[in-house]
């Protein structure tokens, strides 16, 4: 198995955020390949491609360190993960992405499960507000009381 991380872009913008995403190639998977997305966002110029993983600057805050350190640390769980499977698979003659998913997903820990929700719900709630924004506007102007 060959593992990868790089970044996809959802715009030609370079200045915009790319997700970080996980390539696996082996030959048992249908199609050859598995992409996983990590749902890490980071700009472009901070992802350092030779050793797969994102810089970490010393200009950054100390929080933002804190981060950039914790998504490293996700990415090197990610790879040890697909370790994992490739040596409990090692004698399969064919390979299912959908259990490598499902077994990625059972080695998360209760703080990156507790994590996801806790993003999870600050993006639904922006999406309420948002929801209740445009719906106080009329013609395009803000109602307000």
Known sequence: MKTQFSLVTQSNDRRAESIIYLWVWDARFKDRKFKYSTKHRIHFS?????DQKVKIKGSLTPKEKE????????????????EEFESLKLNSATLSKEELRAFI???????RRKDEDRVKKESDFFKIWQSIIDTTRVNGKLITG
Not at 46 to 50: C, R, S, T, V
Not at 105 to 111: F, N, R
């Open 67 to 82: 981060n950039l350190h914790a998504v490293n640390k996700y990415l090197k769980t990610l790879r040890n993960t697909i």
């Open 105 to 111: 997903e059972s080695k998360k820990t209760d703080d």
């Open 46 to 50: 901070a992802w350092d491609a030779e």
